[in-house]
């Protein structure tokens, strides 16, 4: 059994793994400022499940002190994860997200513990990733094989693996802070041998994500169904494609690198969904009404967002060749579970999105 720091431990993922690597039997502890708006609400899950909760912030190094001294792992899930807001204010962006993640790494490394980050697909360009032709069908869009030169990291069916290009074009303030906080994390694999090991999600889902409409859309289609708030497709005709993946196998996959962090550590992985798991915004809605009995009908803002994609597939080939890892839960299953999860904390829910 292993000892497990959970940075942003109170939010949609750290929250997530709290309770998977908990339930597993490990000995977990949760830190996280509560600045994601409902992450406070998970306060009283800690004390049920005996996990004791650090309220502190990754950018002040002495929040780091009173951390526990025997710690294997450290799981960063802490992070301004918008790629919209980060519009808003770069300078928070860019520190909260790499000079905080500068502290923990100096934390695992002090501690000689294992660091585990979340890193996104929002590293790379989105000139990059739309530069290839598609097609329009009726309910989403889909890439062109045929009219598609070979590209390193790029397969028109399985999507980007860790080796398409970063560089280049746009990638969102957000994007930018995470290309940093990525590098940073190869850097210190390197420079001062912390096992460190980097994941580029996809789109992440699940129960518990206070989702909004500038970031955690999969939830956020449910969670508008249920208290009828309004929806609009921004750009690409809501036929943008999106791989999904559940938060439960992105602790699974969690644990496998743990479990095998000398054959991993210093390594990148692409990891969503996949292209068994893709889903456009169009195709969320006919699934969201059908789960819900609702007859949701978005609005279309004609411009796509900034540095958008028109399609991403996370090609995760590598985690399944080093560690066995495929995700398990089908787009169904899973958005259902997150459909339950709304009728189950309606009030909560009710109070947190009325104001
Ligand atoms: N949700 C997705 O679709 C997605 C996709 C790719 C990557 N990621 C990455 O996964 C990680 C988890 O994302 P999430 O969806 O759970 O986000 P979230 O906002 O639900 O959780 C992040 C948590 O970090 C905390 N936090 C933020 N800044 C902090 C700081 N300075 N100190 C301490 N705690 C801080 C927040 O209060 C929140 O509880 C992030 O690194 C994000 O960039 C998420």
């Not at 929250?15 to 000995?27: D, I, K, L, P, S």
């Not at 300078?91 to 500068?102: A, I």
């Not at 409409?213 to 208290?227: D, L, P, S």
Request: hydrophobic share 40%.
């Amino acid at each position: 059994m292993s000892k497990i720091i959970i940075l942003g431990g109170a939010g949609f993922l750290g929250m997530n793994c709290v309770r998977y690597f908990r339930e597993a039997g490990h000995t977990v502890w949760a830190f996280d400022n509560l600045v994601r708006r409902g992450s406070e609400l998970n306060l009283p899950e800690f004390r049920r499940l005996g996990v004791e909760f650090f309220h502190g912030d990754v950018r002040n190094k002495e929040d780091f002190v009173t951390l526990p001294k025997g710690v294997d792992f450290v799981l960063d899930c802490s992070a301004q994860p918008s790629a919209i807001d980060g519009y808003n204010n770069p300078t928070f962006d860019l520190t909260n997200n790499t000079y905080g993640l500068v502290n923990a790494l100096e934390f695992a490394r002090e501690r000689g513990a294992g660091f585990l980050f979340c890193s996104t697909n929002r590293v790379y360009s989105a000139d990059r990733v739309n530069a290839f032709a598609t097609k329009e069908e009726e309910t989403r869009w889909v890439w062109d094989a045929s009219r598609i030169p070979p590209t390193r990291g790029f397969d028109p069916v399985r999507g980007y693996s860790q080796e398409f290009d970063v560089d280049g074009g746009a990638h969102s303030v957000y994007g930018l802070s995470k290309i940093c906080a990525d590098l940073i994390c190869q850097e210190w694999a390197r420079a001062f041998d912390v096992p460190t090991v980097v994941n580029r999600f996809g789109v992440l889902a699940g129960p518990g994500q206070f989702g909004k409409c500038a970031q955690g859309w999969v939830a956020w289609w449910a969670i508008a169904a249920h208290f009828d708030f309004p929806l609009q497709y921004i750009g690409w005709k809501g036929k943008q494609v999106r791989d999904i993946l559940f938060a439960e196998d992105a602790c699974r996959l969690f644990e496998l690198e743990m479990k095998n962090i000398g054959a991993v550590k210093g390594q990148v992985f692409n990891a969503g969904g996949g292209a068994e798991n893709t889903l456009s915004l169009l195709e969320a809605t006919a699934l969201v009404n059908e789960l819900t009995g609702k007859k949701m009908t978005p609005g279309l803002a004609p411009e796509p967002r900034t540095a958008d994609f028109q399609i991403w597939v996370s090609d995760y080939r590598k985690a399944t060749d080093a560690l066995g890892w495929r995700p398990q839960i089908d787009l169904r299953t899973g958005y259902q579970s997150i459909v339950e999860w709304v009728r189950r904390e309606e009030s909560a829910l009710r109070g947190l999105y009325a104001s």
